[in-house]
């Protein structure tokens, strides 16, 4: 559960937070910037709405196939029961591997945000939004490593958790 927590954290924040803070005045509305940067924004609320939904997908996809087992689902064909050890530990492994790949979509945005600020030239912030003296501070950088890290110990969490093999035990009812 917690692994789910924190990869839906990092996913909300991409699909919400990274576009309020790009779509203003100090990013895609700033007078000051040029087309090519402002394409380069609009790419960047893009990707982050991307990476936000695949990573939403990725971190309750197995919940969404194995909630109603039929004969068409890859982990549960027709000749064994969705309570059977077969298609137990591949809903398990179906849900380790899913929540791996979804820390990775999770943390890439917030990773490469981190990265940035190495480029030569590279400020966090426009100087005519700095506070203080003036001089450019990287402000998202605590977002950029807490969002990062929560989709990745999301991940590692959920990839080390043994308990899918109760969950997936066939109690649970399908929807018609």
């Known amino acids: 559960m917690l692994a789910k927590l924190l990869l839906?954290?990092?996913?909300?924040?991409?699909?919400?937070?990274?576009?309020?803070?790009?779509?203003?005045?100090?990013?895609?509305?700033?007078?000051?910037?040029?087309?090519?940067?402002?394409?380069?924004?609009?790419?960047?609320i893009t990707l982050s709405l991307i990476l936000g939904f695949a990573t939403l997908f990725l971190t309750y996809r197995p919940d969404l196939l194995l909630s109603c087992p039929s004969s068409r689902s890859p982990i549960s064909p027709a000749s064994s029961s969705p309570s059977s050890p077969a298609a137990v530990h591949k809903a398990a492994l179906l849900r380790r591997?899913?929540?791996k790949f979804a820390a990775f979509t999770g943390s890439i945005y917030w990773l490469a945000g981190l990265a940035a600020w190495f480029y030569p030239g590279?400020?966090?912030?426009?100087?005519?939004?700095?506070?203080g003296g003036g001089v450019p501070a990287f402000p998202q950088g605590w977002a950029f490593?807490?969002?990062?890290?929560?989709?990745?110990?999301g991940g590692w969490l959920g990839s080390r958790r043994s308990?899918?093999?109760?969950?997936?035990?066939?109690r649970r009812k399908c929807v018609s």
């Open 8 to 44: 839906t954290t990092s996913a909300l924040a991409l699909i919400f937070a990274t576009p309020m803070a790009d779509y203003n005045h100090t990013h895609i509305f700033n007078p000051r910037w040029p087309p090519h940067a402002k394409f380069h924004t609009g790419q960047t």
């Open 97 to 99: 591997e899913s929540l």
């Open 122 to 131: 590279a400020e966090g912030q426009d100087p005519e939004f700095a506070r």
């Open 145 to 153: 490593g807490f969002l990062g890290g929560c989709a990745l110990l």
């Open 163 to 170: 308990e899918e093999a109760k969950m997936w035990s066939g």
